[in-house]
């Protein structure tokens, strides 16, 4: 497809509000210098609604928005449990996690290991946590991201990387989390409203004119296998959705891990005003991630009656904007662009907090302020050219990047639970047993897939590898003196209390998830 001028028009419009919105909302105000609160945590004011909105931005990129309407458009409905059960997940990370967090006033995921545990697990997992950020997250989302605009505009890959690199830099790299999280509202607002009208334009299309209820009618009747929340072992796609397990198995260990202990996404609620606020934007997340299949799963099994004959399932998405009119095209392609921008700053501010205060600042602990903020920003720009350099050699013969990505994360993920969860809720943990866990967690992760069992689900790989990390962490704490002299974080005086506004919107996001399974089971 090609953009008209009004499209271009309308993109650059997008690119330059953006960036002079995030540049307003983070200036200095009175002389006052940014120190690292202000840059890496917002100076702990960020409001609920920048909270909600900023954790969906981190999250959706184009790997979901192009992955999960391919994932549409082959298994149908099933692939929507990766955001209906996320949902419930930030309610339980809202209520028990983030109290915890929030009490013991900390900057990074490293720093409340090294002060529930030691110096050295902090260490570890914080060039873990690098590691990952820079070769596989990053590097994932400029790729794909790239790769997105390619098959849209036709734009050369390598150009449309650097392009994307570049203004995400530029857009994030003054004002930290506090210039991303506070123009995601712009972001989100304007993601959904692209998704909404691809939607609406793909069912009415479907629907022979009749409007989007005739379309979804039609397509329940023409594809009703794709309407299935729980796939059966018969299901030529169990092995990625793996029937129960959906529900009671190994994706509650991803989403817990994902959005309670990845530092990208849970640095939003450490920058909170406070537990209230911070708990008010995790029910407004909750509530955006049960509209996200609408946006995004949902043109993907609308492009099967549209688009019946596609060689690749990733471009069911792409295909639906080719059939946008002029200027719609440029508004839903700008929200494309802002998917892959917002989740970008995300995680070049986290590369950025984590480098500066775990592994920068414990070998300077006399470091100014501003010192430490510069730093942050040249650990960002630096990830941002390693990303940049790296993204073709690294994705660029693959051609299901997102797959193998999942793939990887998974072998490390069951013993970050683990490690969190028992440092948590389980005083007697000990520092070593979280690194056998972690450890652990990649080696037979690995023994498993290519060694004792290659044909099980991932999904299931990943629950039982959570249980085998969580018994041997267990029984190697027990079987040292207990920790309690080394432990240097609250958790017992705790406040699991919250608001009846918290209470009422988690049982809303309940009750439509009971709804939902019950209606598409």
């Not at 009004?6 to 919105?21: K, N, P, Q, R």
């Not at 992760?445 to 060694?451: E, F, H, L, T």
């Not at 704490?477 to 209470?503: C, G, H, M, W």
Request: hydrophobic share 55%; glycine share 8%; with cysteine.
């Amino acid at each position: 497809m090609s953009l008209s001028t009004l499209d271009i028009a309308i993109v650059c419009l997008y690119a330059v509000s953006i960036f002079v919105l995030a540049q307003w909302v983070s200036r200095e105000k009175d002389a006052h210098k940014k120190d690292a609160q202000d840059y890496f945590l917002a100076s702990r004011a960020l409001p609920w609604w920048a909270i909600g909105t900023s954790l969906i931005a981190a999250n959706i990129s184009a790997e979901q928005i192009i992955g999960m309407s391919g994932s549409g458009y082959v298994i149908g409905l099933g692939i929507a449990s990766y955001e209906w059960m996320a949902a419930l997940t930030l309610i339980i990370v809202g209520k028990f996690f983030v109290p915890i967090f929030l009490k013991n006033a900390i900057y990074t995921m490293p720093e409340f290991l090294e002060r529930r545990f030691s110096t050295t697990v902090r260490t570890v997992m914080a060039i873990f946590w690098l590691v990952v950020y820079v070769f596989v997250n990053l590097v994932a989302i400029l790729w794909l991201g790239a790769t997105a605009v390619h098959t849209v505009t036709g734009v050369e890959v390598q150009t449309a990387l650097i392009a994307l690199g570049l203004f995400a830099g530029v857009y994030a790299l003054y004002g930290g989390l506090k210039a991303v999280a506070l123009t995601d509202i712009v972001q989100v607002s304007l993601l959904v409203l692209g998704g909404l009208i691809i939607s609406y334009i793909a069912l009415t299309k479907v629907g022979a004119g009749n409007g989007i209820v005739a379309g979804f009618q039609e397509l329940t009747h023409r594809f009703p296998e794709r309407f299935h929340m729980i796939l059966p072992a018969s299901s030529p796609h169990y092995k990625e959705l793996p029937g129960l397990s959906v529900l009671l198995g190994g994706m509650w260990v991803m989403n817990v891990s994902y959005w309670g202990f990845n530092q990208y996404i849970i640095q939003r609620a450490l920058g909170a005003k406070d537990i209230r606020e911070a708990q008010k934007g995790i029910v407004l997340a909750s509530f955006l991630k049960l509209l996200m299949p609408v946006i995004i799963v949902l043109p993907g099994i609308a492009a099967v009656a549209l688009a019946p004959d596609l060689p690749r399932p990733d471009q069911a998405y792409p295909h639906l904007m080719a059939m946008l009119p002029t200027g719609i095209l440029g508004l839903v392609f700008a929200a494309l662009i802002a998917a892959i921008v917002a989740s970008l700053g995300s995680k070049i501010n986290s590369i950025a907090t984590i480098f500066t205060m775990d592994v920068y600042r414990p070998l300077r602990p006399q470091t100014s302020q501003q010192k430490l903020v510069l730093v942050g920003r040249v650990a960002a720009a630096t990830a941002l050219v390693i990303a940049i350099v790296s993204a073709k050699p690294l994705l660029g013969s693959f051609d299901q990047a997102f797959q193998y990505i999942q793939d990887f994360t998974g072998f490390v993920t069951p013993g970050i639970c683990v490690i969190f969860l028992l440092g948590m809720f389980w005083a007697r943990c000990t520092a070593a047993g979280a690194l056998v866990a972690a450890i652990g967690s990649a080696a037979l992760s690995a023994a498993i897939k290519w060694w004792w069992w290659p044909t099980m689900p991932f999904m299931d790989r990943v629950g039982l590898v959570f249980v085998a990390c969580l018994g041997v962490a267990a029984a190697i704490s027990l079987l040292q003196e207990r920790p309690t002299a080394a432990l240097r974080v609250d958790l017992k005086n705790i406040d699991y209390s919250t608001s009846t506004s918290f209470k009422v919107g988690a049982g809303v996001v309940t009750g439509i998830l009971v709804v939902l399974y019950t209606v598409f089971w």
